[in-house]
């Protein structure tokens, strides 16, 4: 009861919470012309359509302008320069009912934050703060609301540093509190120290829980297929075509998925696979929500194979496909993983006569199931290399318990009676470890 309770406090609401309410939103892009903080891969037309993207992610929230205005340096207290600074702040006041301006940086200072909101007398949000607040509104279960609680606490800090300068500048007095030795920063960085241990103390309970779970999977060898991509690929539709598992709902939007989740299905021999969903990726996702998603995304490197899903008709297909190779190798994944790694370019119905670029990329279209069987047989012989499983047949008694040990055992395709001598030819599916008992238990047993 006593954990409970502490958890329930550990997830009690946020003071970073944007709230249920309605926002009505300015979408500002700061457009770097030139200097390295310029994108190569990128055009400030498709950052607005990604950030746009986010917003409508989110109920209640609407889009009521889109303002792309250059920048030299958008790390400087006003992000941009005087005379752009003024013709956008013109521009802000002059929006009817604005609630919010959506600044599509990946984190702003709490400083500059507060200046900004000073300027414009509305809320000012940046993509970590957006991205978080729809990760809120997704969390399902315990680890990912703990997840998001982690996230969190960066923000709080630097929200604590710039509160404490500001109440410094006010009152000029003493600092310490309440005779206690103590200043208020001290007082309230340890505080966060202690909820921030706290937190990643419950994740790694959960961490360990889930480990068990892991190897109780893999003493009964299913093999995991790990599907990943950029958000909003199609992984979930993928799965659902894959697994036909009806309860699986996709949703268009950024996010849909925070939780991993697991799904049985079938190769074209039978045997069974356990399919993973995965979060989705981003371009400039804030590295600590990355890191606070870690212990998530850990999962991937127990799989056998991973699937990477591509919405090949998006304009920035080339630069999601980088985006996501570039998250799984800071995963510190084996590199057998990477290297056997199946790509598929998904929605192809919406392109005529698609031929993939990339060699070995499979084209499907997991709405309408076009290419799936193909992908299911890759899948296959991927699956066999990984794993060590063979497709061997036997010659079984009937009379003696081999063909009930095979059916427990190992996957059983196919039975062959020959009722004159009172034996069976037995196709399986078999895993090394499975197939060494059973040489073990049964010597006289022919092999083909």
């Not at 340096?73 to 009912?97: A, M, S």
């Not at 410094?168 to 003493?174: E, L």
């Not at 995304?297 to 991973?306: F, G, K």
């Amino acid at each position: 009861d006593e954990e409970e309770e502490e958890e329930e406090e550990l997830l009690g609401p946020s003071p970073l919470a944007v709230g249920p309410g309605a926002q009505r939103v300015a979408v500002v892009h700061p457009a770097v012309k030139w200097g390295p903080k310029k994108s190569p891969f990128t055009t400030a037309e498709l950052q607005m359509a990604e950030a746009v993207a986010l917003v409508d992610t989110l109920q209640n929230w609407t889009v009521l302008d889109k303002i792309i205005i250059p920048t030299k340096n958008p790390d400087k207290k006003f992000v941009f320069g005087k005379g752009n600074f003024q013709v956008l702040t013109e521009r802000i006041k002059k929006l009817p009912h604005v609630t919010a301006v959506f600044l599509n940086v990946e984190r702003i200072s709490s400083l500059t934050k507060r200046e900004l909101e000073d300027a414009w007398g509305v809320k000012v949000f940046d993509r970590y703060t957006v991205v978080l607040h729809i990760f809120r509104c997704n969390a399902r279960t315990k680890e990912a609301k703990l997840q998001i609680a982690l996230a969190e606490i960066p923000l709080l800090r630097s929200n604590l540093k710039n509160e404490v300068s500001q109440l410094d500048q006010q009152r000029g007095g003493s600092k310490y509190v309440m005779g206690s030795g103590e200043t208020f920063l001290e007082t309230q960085t340890r505080i966060l120290k202690e909820k921030e241990l706290k937190i990643k103390n419950a994740l790694e309970k959960l961490r360990r829980k889930r480990s068990l779970l892991r190897s109780q999977r893999r003493k009964r060898e299913f093999p995991i297929i790990s599907v990943m991509g950029y958000t909003n690929c199609g992984k979930t539709t993928l799965i659902k075509a894959l697994t036909g598992e009806a309860g699986l709902q996709p949703r268009d939007q950024l996010f849909a998925t925070l939780d991993i989740t697991a799904h049985a299905g079938y190769l074209p021999s039978n045997m069974a696979v356990i399919y993973v969903d995965t979060i989705g990726f981003l371009t400039d996702l804030p590295h600590n929500l990355v890191e606070s998603f870690s212990a998530t995304l850990e999962e991937v490197a127990y799989s056998d194979l991973i699937v990477h899903v591509r919405d090949i008709t998006h304009p920035e297909t080339a630069l999601q496909k980088a985006t996501v190779l570039s998250v799984l190798k800071n995963l510190s994944l084996p590199s057998h993983l990477l290297d056997s790694m199946v790509e598929v370019h998904n929605k192809v119905d919406l392109i005529e006569r698609y031929k993939p670029t990339e060699e070995n990329a499979l084209a499907i279209s997991a709405l309408h199931g076009h290419g799936l069987e193909e992908l299911k047989e890759e899948l296959e012989k991927k699956i066999l290399t990984a794993t060590g499983r063979k497709i061997l047949t036997v010659n079984v008694n009937l009379e003696g318990p081999q063909l009930s040990w095979l059916y427990k055992e190992a996957t059983v395709q196919e039975v062959e009676v020959m009722p004159e001598d009172g034996t069976a030819m037995v196709k399986v599916i078999i895993g090394n470890s499975a197939f060494g008992r059973y040489r073990n238990l049964f010597p006289n047993s022919k092999i083909f």
